[in-house]
């Protein structure tokens, strides 16, 4: 393609993703996105105007060279475009598909101030892709071992790239997991039509080729505590997640029918109940149920799209305000909506009714409208008085936030955590309060995204590389 | 992958296991357990550790096959793995020197109690131990039971063996007798929990139970454990398992952990199919490998 001007390419419209059929893909469990093909990627890439100053880079919260990158698709050098992002960003092929662009790299995006902005993370996904399918997994070179040993405990995205990042600096890098399977979040909560398994899989064995060794079935606490590990590793990094349910604390809790999100996602994800009974794991049958799923994040969009696949006849998402506080990424939301799912804005769940076997059967919800902003500054939600309505309901999920899991620090007690349970860090280095140990990801923020937990165990490993070659400055 | 290093039958579907497993003989305490999973496909359950070796790295487990999942376990041997092994999980129990302390066990729970009984003996206590079950040839532990308790009483329902009766018969008859009880211990099948606790309540003896909730994977993580005690819910693999007896819902963890019993039944179902499926190749094959000999 002959040099275009700028206004050549801000003439250019976004490129579509191919995706499934919705009507199909609502009832099956593959990829929705399908990816861009070559053409539709190097027409995408000539939409960028190479900013002199680029934004983009600055929304992206690992500064991701992105006008760099997209120039090398566009020239049709997908293997350079794919070096290029792993200088910053570990797991491309990931971020890609699941980070929330509309609000990071893509919003910042000058094109974006008048046309539709450039589809960074679509161009992400796709690079990372070209270079998996292609060439495999690209192993970059690792240093001359310098004999320390390291103890990563978690297997998600801040511990992957912690590992990723040391093993790559001659380190002796094991990852303690509680699971039976590697990636967090990505294996058990996020769902395989997001986010297919194989594509981490691919990322866990690139590590595994580095050196990189995997301990599952480890819950660190229970199974050899933080201080005892130090007395074997030269330093350790927490990425133990956010996996602590929380409930509504409603009346009915209890009854059968009533799942947390983790819970409803990990026997479908990690389980695989959806086939069952090839695989034992069960689920509570939903077809031709009603299922509500309370809550407007991700993790409830991914909730209530992998009811509808499992056959209920209606699945509901079910959230205290309206859309536009919803904290979904609104790719998912466009994507649910598609696909048949229900929204109920502003209702409140009051309480859970049951049968007298103890199934539940409906659920009392307050409505509500939008007062003053909060603290947070959205809007906040107040009840409408005796606006109560009753709906007939065999499932309920409740999706609204997870806390931190009480395990390491009850087991470690001089480790400093907040009054949420989060541990304490300095922000520049991930160090804890305890010598030789580092922490990062949803254990350090609460809930939040790969990306910042990627950032988080790459800062990390940062920290960890200096500390072990000068131990007295701690 | 964890290897099997002894098995074998104690009563009719309970089957006794020595599996390698360092990291967890290493670190486990009376009260706590483990998760499984037989192999690829399947289900994580939570089994007691019922005792441990930590010099080489063992730990033992007893199963009762109730299900798919432990009637696959069931049939495996020594020299056979099991895919994952985690723990151990669990607080362990809380042990101190109550005085008599009486541990009840039904059917397998006497396995999931014995290890506390060795430790309240440890401990200092006066032990007696109950050991409930239908008929003689499921009472399991007695000579195990024997070498740590003070006394040792069997009961079986249908009066095969020991005392005729229910455990809470046997319970009540030695509150009864005068035995001052300061601490009762009760595992077995919620029915049997919940009527000790009715059994103790109006002496006000401190009992304490073994709640056993469906768990996926057991570190607090997905909330499907959860029981009710003292009116607000627990997550029962990082709380418990044990609880005071006198606050447990039994009602609730009665009702919950039916949750699955149509798919349960299915499953069976089918895991049964499957070993007969195999039988019927394993015969042609037989079959097949003679004519071969014939055809010879
Ligand atoms: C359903 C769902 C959907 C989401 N969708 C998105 C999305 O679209 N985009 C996005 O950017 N973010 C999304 N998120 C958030 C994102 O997944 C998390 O922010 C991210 O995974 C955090 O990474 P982490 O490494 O800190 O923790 P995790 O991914 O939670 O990994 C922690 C790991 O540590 C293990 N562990 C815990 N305790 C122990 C222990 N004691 N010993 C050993 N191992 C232990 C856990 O088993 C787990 O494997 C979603 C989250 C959920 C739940
Ligand atoms: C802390 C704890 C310790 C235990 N220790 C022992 C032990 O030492 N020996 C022993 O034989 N049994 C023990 N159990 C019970 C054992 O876990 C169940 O019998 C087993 O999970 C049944 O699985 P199944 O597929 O064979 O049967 P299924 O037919 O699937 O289920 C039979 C019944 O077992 C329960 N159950 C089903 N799935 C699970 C699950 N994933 N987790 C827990 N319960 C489930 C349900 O009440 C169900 O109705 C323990 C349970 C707990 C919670
Ligand atoms: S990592 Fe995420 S935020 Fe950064 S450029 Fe890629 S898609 Fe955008
Ligand atoms: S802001 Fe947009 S146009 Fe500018 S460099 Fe970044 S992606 Fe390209
Ligand atoms: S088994 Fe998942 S929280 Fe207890």
Redesign the interface.
């Known amino acids: 393609m002959p040099e275009l001007t700028n206004k050549e390419r801000m003439a250019i419209p976004r490129q579509p993703m191919p995706e499934q059929d919705p009507e199909a893909r609502s009832r099956n469990f593959e990829e929705v996105n399908l990816g861009l093909t070559e053409e539709l990627a190097r027409m995408e890439a000539e939409r960028c105007i190479r900013c002199p100053k680029p934004l983009c880079i600055a929304g992206c919260p690992v500064e991701v060279k992105i006008p760099e990158f997209i120039e090398l698709i566009a020239v049709g050098d997908f293997a350079g475009a794919a070096a290029k992002l792993k200088e910053d960003n570990s797991l491309p092929a990931i971020c890609g598909r699941v980070c929330p662009q509309e609000e990071q790299c893509e919003i910042k995006c000058v094109v974006g101030k008048k046309n539709e902005p450039v589809a960074i993370g679509r161009l992400e996904r796709f690079a990372a892709d070209w270079e998996r399918v292609n060439l495999g997994i690209q192993a970059p070179k690792v240093a001359e071992s310098t004999g320390k040993k390291i103890a990563i405990v978690g297997g998600g995205p801040a511990g992957l790239s912690c590992a990723g990042d040391l093993v790559q600096w001659g380190y002796d890098v094991t990852v303690f997991e ?3 399977e590697i990636g967090g979040v990505l294996v058990y909560g996020i769902p395989e039509f997001r986010l297919p398994k194989s594509i981490v899989k691919a990322e866990v064995e690139g590590l595994e080729k580095l050196g990189v060794k995997f301990q ?4 660190v606490g ?3 505590t933080v201080d005892e590990m130090l007395e074997h590793f030269d330093a350790v990094f927490l990425g133990v997640g956010a ?3 929380y ?1 509504m604390n409603i009346p009915g ?2 009854l ?1 029918g009533v ?2 999100a ?2 409803f996602l ?2 479908v994800n990690l ?1 695989k109940a959806y086939d ?10 939903v077809h031709g149920k009603n299922v509500a799923v309370i809550g407007g994040g991700n993790t409830a969009m991914d909730a209530v799209r992998t009811a509808l696949r499992l056959g209920a006849s209606r699945a509901v998402i079910v959230y205290r305000r309206s859309e536009a506080e919803m904290p979904a990424r609104i790719e998912e939301i466009h994507h649910a909506k598609e696909e048949g799912v229900e929204f109920m804005l502003l209702h409140s769940p009051l309480e859970l009714k049951g049968d007298e ?2 199934w539940l059967t409906s659920m009392v919800l307050q409505k509500m409208e939008l007062g003053e902003p909060d603290d947070s500054g959205r809007r906040r939600p107040v009840p409408i008085e005796g606006a109560v309505e009753e709906m007939p309901v065999s499932v309920v999920v409740v999706a609204i936030g997870n806390g931190s ?3 390491i620090h009850r087991t470690t007690p001089d480790l400093a955590v907040n009054k949420w349970g989060n541990i304490v860090v300095d922000g520049d280095t991930m160090k804890t309060n305890k010598k030789g140990v580092f922490a990062g990801g949803d254990i350090v923020t609460g809930g939040a995204t790969v990306i910042l937990a990627m950032g988080a165990g790459r800062t990390a490993a940062k920290a960890i590389h200096e500390y072990l070659q000068n131990p007295e400055t701690w | 992958m964890n290897k099997i290093i002894e098995a074998n039958f104690q009563a009719p579907d309970v089957k006794f296991f020595r599996i390698e497993a360092p ?2 003989a290493r ?1 486990r305490k009376a009260g706590q357990f483990i998760i499984l ?1 037989v192999d690829e ?4 359950i939570p089994l007691t550790i019922a005792d441990s070796d930590a010099e080489n790295g063992t730990i033992s487990i007893i199963v009762q096959g109730i299900g ?2 432990t009637k696959k376990l069931n049939t495996l041997e020594a020299g056979d793995y099991v ?7 669990g607080t362990p129990s809380h042990v101190e020197n109550f005085g008599t302390a009486v541990s009840i066990g039904g059917g397998v729970g006497t396995a999931i109690a014995y290890p506390t009984a060795v430790a309240l003996k440890e401990a200092g206590n006066r032990v007696i131990s109950i050991i409930g079950g239908r008929s003689k040839e499921y009472v399991i532990l007695e000579n195990e039971m024997k070498q740590i308790c003070d006394e040792v009483y069997p009961t079986t329902d249908d009066g095969s063996y020991g005392y005729h009766g229910f455990v809470t018969g046997k319970l009540q008859e030695l509150i009864d007798e005068g035995k001052k009880i300061d601490f009762v211990l009760a595992i077995g099948p919620i029915p049997m929990m919940k009527a000790v606790a009715e059994v103790t309540r109006p002496y006000g003896i401190k009992t304490v139970v073994s709640l056993n909730p469906i768990m ?2 057991g ?6 454990c ?3 005690v003292d009116g607000e ?1 627990v997550f029962v693999c ?1 709380e418990g398992p044990e609880f005071d007896a006198h606050k447990v819902d039994f ?2 963890l009665t ?2 952990n ?3 019993i ?3 039944k ?2 069976l179902e ?1 895991f049964h199919e499957c070993k007969l499926e195999k039988k019927i190749d394993e015969a042609v094959v037989e079959q097949k490998s003679a004519e071969e000999v014939t055809h010879a």
């Open positions: 509680a699971l039976h599952t079935n480890y819950v229970m199974t050899e996996g602590l349910p409930f809790e209890h059968i799942y947390s983790n819970e990990t026997r389980m069952f009974p090839n695989y034992d794991t069960p689920m509570i049958d076997n103890g899991n009480p395990i | 990291h967890v670190k999973r496909f399947g289900e994580r798919k999942t895919r994952d092994l985690v723990g151990p999980l996926v994977d570190t607090g993580m997905c909330g499907g959860r029981a009710i819910p990082v009602d609730v009702s919950r039916r949750t699955y149509l798919q349960e299915k499953a089918s």
